[in-house]
């Protein structure tokens, strides 16, 4: 690699850490610096560093905003509709890349296009009603599987396609079943895919408003989402404690997404060895 090669990534490498920490970095080191001030100090200079942090924020907005249930009900949500998503994504991707289905690439166009094309909520609203999975759920479960199904489609396709035919047949004569060939053969191979649309599935249903306002009607089954939502109606000037109920919704998917980027990279670089 020449000097000028090396020079322009390491110009990429430093342009790239410093675009994310602008966008990313600094917007939520300001939210955390104001989840540790008093109310009086915020009012007073919003901009200054908190002088004697205090976690009094973090209390109030977890039993004033009955952030526990609305937590737990939030990752029943996310992670049975991530990981059903995610295996219909592998049932389906499977046939259409190795095109044992008529209509596949009708099939894979349709995923496509569901991609681009915005969730219809109304419809889906009356369609949750007549089949009863308004307000419950099962039913937030089932309406939400549509978060990551057509990435995950696509994506895993595209792996599978790359999976040589030729461990198909062995499995075959090796007297495997359609569903142990998927286990034992494809999910280790696709691992790193597969993640990626786990993770991308939890992250749209974790970060939802509109379902929860829409599909919900009851406080006990409310996610985070409406809960901050009608947390910051009933206390729009407490800014304080509103940052903390933020940091205190973020931490579980930020913890989860660097913890799964070590495992990712890990499956990948054990992939490619």
């Known amino acids: 690699m020449s000097m000028t090669t090396r ?3 390491r110009v990429s490498r430093i342009s790239t850490g410093v675009l994310i920490t602008l966008l990313f970095g600094i917007p ?6 104001i989840s540790f001030q008093t109310p009086t100090q ?3 200079d919003p901009m200054s560093l908190s002088q004697g942090p205090t976690v009094s924020n973090y209390s109030a907005a977890w039993t004033q905003g009955d952030l526990g249930q609305q937590l737990m009900n939030t990752v029943i949500y996310s992670v049975a509709a991530a990981a059903i998503s995610t295996v219909l994504s592998l049932l389906i991707a499977y046939p259409v890349a190795r095109r044992l289905v008529r209509w596949h690439r009708w099939i894979y166009i349709s995923f496509v296009i569901g991609m681009c094309l915005p969730i219809p909520v109304i419809p889906l609203f009356v369609q949750a009603q007549r089949m009863h999975l308004f307000d419950n759920r099962i039913g937030y479960i089932v309406l939400h599987l549509e978060m990551g199904l057509p990435l995950g489609v696509l994506l895993l396709t595209a792996f599978v396609a790359g999976i040589p035919e030729e461990l198909d047949h062995a499995a075959l004569l090796d007297g495997s079943s359609y569903l142990g060939f998927l286990a ?5 191979l696709a691992w790193p895919s597969i993640v990626i ?3 991308y599935s939890l992250l749209g249903v974790w970060n939802d408003i509109i379902g929860p306002i829409v599909f919900l009607a009851s406080a006990d089954l409310f996610p985070v989402t409406r809960g901050v939502y009608q947390f910051y109606g009933s206390n729009t000037s407490a800014w304080t404690t509103m940052s903390a109920a933020i ?3 973020s931490l579980p998917v930020m913890t989860l997404f660097i913890v799964s980027q070590r495992q990712l990279l890990r499956s990948t670089l054990g992939a490619s060895t």
């Open 28 to 33: 939520l080191a300001y939210v955390l610096m």
């Open 197 to 199: 649309v786990f993770l």
């Open 42 to 44: 915020f009012i007073r």
């Open 7 to 9: 020079t322009a990534h």
């Open 247 to 249: 940091v205190i919704v």
């Open 184 to 188: 034992r053969i494809v999910l280790p």
